[in-house]
């Protein structure tokens, strides 16, 4: 556009005197990928160096106690100051009886709950009750604990008298309840996003809500579904402080549900916070117990992966 | 003796006929309005739509055919907010009555989309999946049925040995061909079809528009498109909407070579739309 008279500019000249100006400064949008990249990398560096702090201290570890001890033995009795053993099974049944338990709780409970939200809840009844889901999932771990030794735990005794004060039934319920949102939401994304045109496809052959929502919504979501199940798992194999509280210190390699119990989360609190001696062999047993922690759920990751690239369907 | 046989004879004829002459329309819409919350989408629609025919439903976007075929299965009821009034009889019986239960009406009254949507499944799964959930369970009758649906559907040479792949592995062209047969499968008396071309390629639309062709020996074909020239070539009779009403409904030929409408003759000539 030409220019009028001497004061009206036109569009163009004046981007152009902007660029000029720009031309001149120090040029930011060069050096975005930089700061950028160093971001990323900060969050992989911590996170090797995490993974290397873990294998070095368990090769302290398994100087001083055999890896096959560690594997074979079923007892877990590191504080014993004669006889002191290190099998780890204990740990690890009293792990896989609250996430068991929790599975047993979280999945239908989660599973029902994407379903009615995604397939049957009114707009209305959807806008009040994932914000609820949501708070929680914010509730702190610790309330949630004393939820289960206080609350949850006489409710069971009533039912089972034979039930200890300690047990891994009352946290494997609860660690369930607090993954519930986890399941519920993350499967509710993977089913609402499942495109509505699939739906009147269902729909149009004469298929009730019910058929279409179980063949046909839920396989095409089953993907994010597995996901949402087992990265709820992950944090319920990792849960700690509930299980602190509500599940004793009992290493116990029976799968009975009603006695006292010890995770390997619950026993690497118990020796940071009690007085066990730097350097001294329980202190290192800490970081084995960590690392095989770290495993299990770097299994779990892996095995979620597996299944959302194996069962993927396309849409 | 030979009489009465004879008589009897005529008397089956005559009951034919008149059943045939009750059997000629599958669809009477009397009356028929419908809002969007206040917005008025369908004013005051009578539309009788006959057996074994295309009928074709043509219009500028906007005009409420899509609503119109969309109401004939009662998939508008998906849409919140939607009212009704006036009658829709399909085989002699208003399914707008809240007592005609929508799935019954659905397996006799299939349906084609606008854009082709198989479900994730294999090949074989989508076209299984209508039986299935009514109940038939039975391999070698299941085998039977895709086989005879994929050949109705003229895609059975393309798929045959690829069915238990997924269905998205098809051209767009051949997932809407898909779609096609997976309708066929429950065996509907009326398939619905929603601009079934739209989102095809002109290869694949001749290849759907000649199955159409075929099809209508067994089905009542209704049919919504924007393309003039495709309501031409394919269809029986013609109907045309504007504005939520129907301008004018007669025999395709007619309504294209001699439009009686002044705003008929002004939209297949390409004056709008």
Same mark, same amino acid.
């Given at each position: 556009?030409?220019?009028?008279?001497?004061?009206?500019?036109?569009?163009?000249?004046?981007?152009?005197?902007?660029?000029? #100006?720009?031309?001149?400064?120090?040029?930011?949008?060069?050096?975005?990928?930089?700061?950028?990249?160093?971001?990323?990398?900060?969050?992989?560096?911590?996170?090797?160096?995490?993974?290397?702090?873990?294998?070095?201290?368990?090769?302290?570890?398994?100087?001083?106690?055999?890896?096959?001890?560690?594997?074979? =033995? #079923?007892?877990?009795?590191?504080?014993?100051?004669?006889?002191?053993?290190?099998?780890?099974?204990?740990?690890?049944?009293?792990?896989?009886?609250?996430?068991?338990?929790?599975?047993?709780?979280?999945?239908?409970?989660?599973?029902?709950?994407?379903?009615?939200?995604?397939?049957?809840?009114?707009?209305?009844?959807?806008?009040?009750?994932?914000?609820?889901?949501?708070?929680?999932?914010?509730?702190?771990?610790?309330?949630?604990?004393?939820?289960?030794?206080?609350?949850?735990?006489?409710?069971?005794?009533?039912?089972?008298?034979?039930?200890?004060?300690?047990?891994?039934?009352?946290?494997?319920?609860?660690?369930? %309840?607090?993954?519930?949102?986890?399941?519920?939401?993350?499967?509710?994304?993977?089913?609402?996003?499942?495109?509505?045109?699939?739906?009147?496809?269902?729909?149009?052959?004469?298929?009730?809500?019910?058929?279409?929502?179980?063949?046909?919504?839920?396989?095409?979501?089953?993907?994010?579904?597995?996901?949402?199940?087992?990265?709820?798992?992950?944090?319920?194999?990792?849960?700690?402080?509930?299980?602190?509280?509500?599940?004793?210190?009992?290493?116990?390699?029976?799968?009975?549900?009603?006695?006292?119990?010890?995770?390997?989360?619950?026993?690497?609190?118990?020796?940071?916070?009690?007085?066990?001696?730097?350097?001294?062999?329980?202190?290192?047993?800490?970081?084995?117990?960590?690392?095989?922690?770290?495993?299990?759920?770097?299994?779990?990751?892996?095995?979620?992966?597996?299944?959302?690239?194996?069962?993927?369907?396309?849409? | 003796?030979?009489?009465?046989?004879?008589?009897?004879?005529?008397?089956? %004829?005559?009951?034919?006929?008149?059943?045939?002459?009750?059997?000629?329309?599958?669809?009477?819409?009397?009356?028929?309005?419908?809002?969007?919350?206040?917005?008025?989408?369908?004013? =005051?629609?009578?539309?009788?739509?006959?057996? =074994?025919?295309?009928?074709?439903?043509?219009?500028?976007?906007?005009?409420?055919?899509?609503?119109?075929? #969309?109401?004939?299965?009662?998939?508008?009821?998906?849409?919140?907010?939607?009212?009704?009034?006036?009658?829709?009889?399909?085989?002699?019986?208003? %399914?707008?009555?809240?007592?005609?239960?929508?799935?019954?009406?659905?397996?006799?009254?299939?349906?084609?989309?606008?854009?082709?949507?198989?479900?994730?499944?294999?090949?074989?799964?989508?076209?299984?999946?209508?039986?299935?959930?009514?109940?038939?369970?039975?391999?070698?009758?299941?085998?039977?049925?895709?086989?005879?649906?994929?050949?109705?559907?003229?895609?059975?040479?393309?798929?045959?040995?690829?069915?238990?792949?997924?269905?998205?592995?098809?051209?767009?062209?051949?997932?809407?061909?898909?779609?096609?047969?997976?309708?066929?499968?429950?065996?509907?008396?009326?398939?619905?079809?929603?601009?079934?071309?739209?989102?095809?390629?002109?290869?694949?639309?001749?290849?759907?528009?000649?199955?159409?062709?075929?099809?209508?020996?067994?089905?009542?074909?209704?049919?919504?498109?924007?393309?003039?020239?495709?309501?031409?070539?394919?269809?029986?009779?013609?109907?045309?909407?504007?504005?939520?009403?129907?301008?004018?409904?007669?025999?395709?030929?007619?309504?294209?070579? =001699?439009?009686?409408?002044?705003?008929?003759?002004?939209?297949?000539?390409?004056?709008?739309?």
């Amino acid at each position: 556009m030409p220019r009028g008279n001497d004061k009206e500019y036109s569009v163009q000249q004046m981007i152009i005197e902007k660029r000029l #100006k720009k031309k001149n400064h120090f040029n930011f949008e060069k050096l975005i990928p930089g700061l950028l990249l160093l971001t990323a990398v900060l969050s992989v560096l911590t996170t090797i160096g995490i993974v290397f702090t873990l294998i070095f201290e368990t090769f302290i570890f398994f100087d001083r106690v055999s890896i096959i001890e560690f594997l074979t =033995n #079923k007892k877990w009795y590191p504080f014993s100051a004669t006889n002191a053993s290190f099998g780890i099974m204990p740990l690890v049944v009293g792990t896989l009886k609250i996430t068991g338990i929790a599975a047993i709780v979280a999945v239908p409970i989660g599973l029902a709950t994407a379903i009615y939200l995604s397939e049957y809840a009114s707009e209305k009844a959807r806008r009040v009750i994932k914000p609820i889901l949501e708070v929680l999932a914010g509730i702190p771990t610790i309330v949630y604990g004393f939820f289960a030794l206080t609350f949850v735990t006489p409710i069971l005794k009533q039912m089972i008298p034979s039930l200890e004060t300690f047990n891994a039934l009352s946290p494997g319920i609860v660690v369930g %309840i607090m993954i519930t949102p986890m399941v519920a939401s993350l499967s509710e994304d993977a089913m609402s996003s499942v495109p509505r045109s699939i739906r009147e496809g269902a729909f149009a052959l004469g298929a009730t809500k019910l058929e279409t929502t179980i063949k046909v919504i839920l396989p095409a979501a089953v993907s994010g579904i597995t996901a949402s199940v087992v990265l709820a798992l992950s944090r319920a194999i990792g849960e700690t402080m509930i299980v602190s509280v509500a599940g004793g210190s009992t290493p116990n390699a029976s799968f009975d549900v009603t006695s006292s119990i010890q995770t390997m989360t619950a026993y690497i609190v118990q020796v940071s916070t009690g007085d066990a001696g730097y350097q001294t062999t329980i202190y290192y047993s800490i970081y084995a117990v960590g690392m095989t922690l770290f495993l299990f759920t770097l299994f779990m990751n892996l095995f979620a992966q597996f299944i959302t690239r194996k069962f993927k369907e396309e849409y | 003796m030979n009489v009465t046989l004879l008589k009897s004879q005529s008397k089956q %004829i005559e009951n034919t006929q008149t059943t045939h002459i009750e059997k000629q329309f599958v669809y009477k819409t009397t009356d028929l309005n419908l809002w969007y919350g206040s917005t008025h989408a369908l004013k =005051n629609i009578n539309l009788d739509l006959h057996e =074994n025919e295309v009928t074709a439903i043509i219009g500028p976007s906007g005009c409420g055919k899509s609503t119109y075929i #969309k109401t004939l299965n009662r998939m508008i009821e998906m849409v919140p907010g939607v009212k009704t009034s006036g009658e829709i009889q399909y085989r002699g019986r208003n %399914i707008l009555d809240k007592s005609y239960g929508v799935e019954d009406l659905r397996t006799q009254v299939g349906m084609v989309f606008q854009k082709p949507n198989p479900f994730p499944k294999s090949i074989y799964e989508n076209i299984a999946y209508g039986p299935k959930i009514h109940g038939i369970k039975n391999k070698k009758v299941l085998d039977e049925i895709v086989e005879k649906s994929l050949r109705g559907a003229a895609i059975w040479d393309e798929v045959k040995d690829r069915l238990k792949e997924n269905a998205y592995g098809l051209s767009g062209g051949q997932q809407q061909r898909l779609c096609i047969a997976r309708c066929l499968a429950i065996e509907p008396d009326v398939i619905l079809m929603d601009e079934p071309t739209s989102a095809l390629d002109p290869i694949s639309t001749l290849k759907v528009e000649e199955l159409i062709q075929e099809l209508k020996n067994d089905f009542s074909i209704i049919i919504v498109t924007h393309n003039m020239q495709q309501a031409a070539r394919i269809s029986d009779r013609t109907a045309f909407f504007l504005s939520g009403e129907v301008v004018e409904y007669r025999d395709t030929t007619t309504i294209f070579s =001699n439009p009686t409408d002044k705003r008929t003759e002004d939209y297949i000539s390409g004056r709008f739309g």
